[in-house]
């Protein structure tokens, strides 16, 4: 291969950018033009593909957010969108293609590979988690940090007040940010969509405390509802009163941690490689410290699941 | 006097624990006893009231909310409730008081004053900096750098996305969060209540940027609304599109920043001074460097004025 | 068992609260009662012990540090030390213990163990994951992230000024902060004690710089010396300049990171089942996700072997 | 005037690169072309001078160091060095400029005024803060918060080990850094160059406390010598076993700080300001809010005075 692109598309994730450094100078230590790709989808449509170097990625290592720039995309969701995309690719002689994302950014990424056979590998980048196939997706362990450090600000105030707070965290419809974050935070409970909580049993750990201080996590797609409605429920149900804080988008960004930006470079040196090795339509990922391979349908068919021990450290240590 | 009450009340803020820590040790050091009131007002009310010592002070100089715990107070509104507490201080030999809070705590010590004669001075501990007498006050600082940190976060994700976000900030009746925030973040706009904002004129700024990948910043209580009315308005009027974060509670904890524990360290070590040097119904705060003295009820009757460089800056930055 | 005591012992490392606290809890919940050995081995011969409780290990989860304290112990390293140490054990009704610290921890376990028939196991609380038979040692992922957090500082200066900067890091006679570190903060070369640095070669990386602005890093225990010593040979035999930055003990505390307090939490919770399960002088430590035993004199015999990606990452990433 | 120019000198100090950006942006606000002069005096000779706008300074707000660059510049202080600047400044039409540094930045800009004419204003950016003329100088602030920081992580180890650690942080002849941070982190005892540490009260502090858990916190330039030479004395003549930690160059880079912001971005506006008003040779500094102009040759010859209040503070507070 002469020549291979990259982008990053859907969310972004802290990481992106250390990765994209990672594929480039992966590319230039093997004699491979690095081509970017700008807002994803959208620029590979548009024709926004530009050559990369050690410059443009000079002292991006430790950034947030990602130099490519990220979008959604509602053309790429249509064949003549494909087809348009596809031949930019072509006449800009990509010969391989790494697409960092999450799920959505896979389908496309698919469908890419399998109407047009441009050799396409995908790389997880999303800090939910939630793909199939990798422990662990560029962003994720910075996201827990961010949204750790802001629970221990609110804890400060629930300890000096007596005060419940719920807290909602980020995740889609998984439960590892709020697992994580609420295990290192000590939460009374952890909300997540993979596990049935029981309004009534959440009411009686808060009422165990004779000062009620107490933090509640609720995760994002947990069946409960929002943590709004969580809070409205505890004052309706059971008279207990609650602040309501939701974190949002402040888990996006920031410095990416060390394991992230290790991941993250990692990922991308493999990324190539296993283009060169003609692997296509699959994801690189990291299980049990090894790099792995799946077919981008099982990233979204298979689900991931919650590592079981969460359940009990949460049960144990509340 | 012997001893000495420390109390703090309203919403708490960094730099409270580093403040109580200076007022034992500032009395131990002149041969006082220390003495800690908890819960604030209904603490006193309830004699929740203990003697204070090195040990219980101890390694709290960098830790966030108030190890005297603070609360709200409606009992303390009537005459019989100020007078249980007064009855309880006297009964504890307390004679004098330092009170740690914002305006609501202050008028409590007016009263106290007014109508039981117990020599009680104020410290200003709110994250909010909103009070006259005094450049600045305890927690401000942290919260002021807490603001820009998740900002910062937010920002990675307004330029990956070119988005428009509209973040909300504290700052109660008072724009100095919001204004000190937006000009280290380099914001589009800030919106805060000492001065009007003109829609039109936002939308304008924002439409500037051909991405309009830009951060407004809307403090508490501006008369534009919430950040959601302002992006509800931005929608309907002017067909801009934004994403609303609004950063609430974590503003109010975390490790006090260097400036917040010498604040609160100095002005805890002046007020012991005030009253031993028979000051009393006035707020201890710092301007220009110098300790100073402002009676209670000016402190909320006079309106602290916002820097007019701030507006200048605010306009000539973004 | 009726009781289990827990101490932490060596250099103090994030994360040892976190796990204490989960001890605590984790007795509490199975109805046996947590005892605390203060001060490591010195404390279990002076008979330092203490019954521990929810109230104890609240609000420790995030602090760094250890509350039992910590302390190098000459004593221990003789017979009657141990005996005096294992007849406190015995009247305080002990019947299992958790040892949290590095390898002199464990060997000190591994004589009670087979000198008095104690139960004891050890888990693995170092900054250093120089530990055979875990991935990853409690205290490790903050260190990394703090010295990554040192050196991100370091590089402003770097890229401002155009200087050569050598940072040394921790770890001992393993060299996996520096590899991590360096490779997280796009270090020009990674020396550490597994490989073979060349000066030469990383002389000739320097120069490749037109304007010399670079991060080396020097692991502790690696072969060339000390950071101050690559500097001066660098000097000496290349005629660069260089500064040289020494991170030290920063490295050791700090809140700990949200993996370092779940890891933390995890082998906490896992002791004592396995205690309970009858193990005894081994490491619980974590493998892949899952827990896993090691006898305690593999940790120290065995060598853990640094990840071959490593070398992979700091070569083509440079 | 058509034309302004920025450059930064000296060491290089987190607020410098919003500095840039208040400076470029208000030069656009009036129509001045806003230049930069790269790595200080050494680009004002050899002509590294270039255009800036608003897309050179987008998103540098929040970055410690300098895209300006800095650097030494023994050329500069001959005559001959000075007359080749003066020219290239003149050819590059530049009419006014703005020295962003220390007191070397200042005497090379006093000479190139009284010299040559050329209209020029320094601008305190040193995280030294020992500028005559200005409160607090850019960097500062975030330099103060980043060792605070450092030292918080090895109060945790001190406390856990019950261990002596002597601090030695930055300040060149000025004890500023070491007296905030001191006060701030609880030091037992805080040596300054600008007041007489006794050896033998600092032993005498010391053992006060039985188990010697202590931070000793040593300014750069302090009479005693270095953090070194303490230690090592502290164990001569009282046999006081201590830990050494030398936290370097961490103080100088970094995300600046909210007040470093702020400060760095009105004194970017009020230089401009003060050039079309027609100062020169005259610094532009902040005391008790307002801004100030001082001779130049004032910001070195007359001493800045450490405030009273600390050393009250770190008597009373230890």
Known sequence: MNRIAIFTSGGDAPGMNAHIRAVVRSCLNRGIEPIGIYEGYQGMIDGDIATLGRKETANIISRGGTILKTARCEDFKTEQGRERAAKNVRDHGIEGIIACGGDGTFHGAHYLYQEHGIPI????????????????????????????????????????????????????????????????????????????????????????????????????????????????????????????????????????TVRDRVLASRLGVSAVNMLLAGKSDCMIGEHAGEITTTPLNETWEKKKPLPTFYVELSSVLV
Do not use: W
């Open 121 to 256: 590998v995908g790389t997880p980048g999303t800090i939910d988690n939630d793909l199939f196939g990798t422990d662990y997706t560029i962003g994720y362990d910075t996201a827990i940090n961010t949204a750790a450090e802001a629970i221990d600000r609110i804890r400060d105030t629930a300890e000096s007040h007596g005060r419940v707070f719920v807290v909602e965290v980020m995740g889609r419809h998984a439960g590892f940010i709020a697992m994580d974050v609420g295990v290192a935070c000590g939460a009374k409970a952890i909300a997540v969509p993979e596990t049935h909580t029981d309004l009534a049993d959440l009411a009686g750990r808060i009422n165990e405390h004779a000062h009620r201080r107490t933090i509640i996590i609720v995760g994002e797609g947990d069946q409960l509802g929002s943590a709004t409605d969580v809070s409205r429920m505890l004052k309706e149900s059971y008279d207990i009163d609650s602040k309501v804080a939701i974190l949002g988008h402040i888990q996006r960004g920031g410095t990416p």
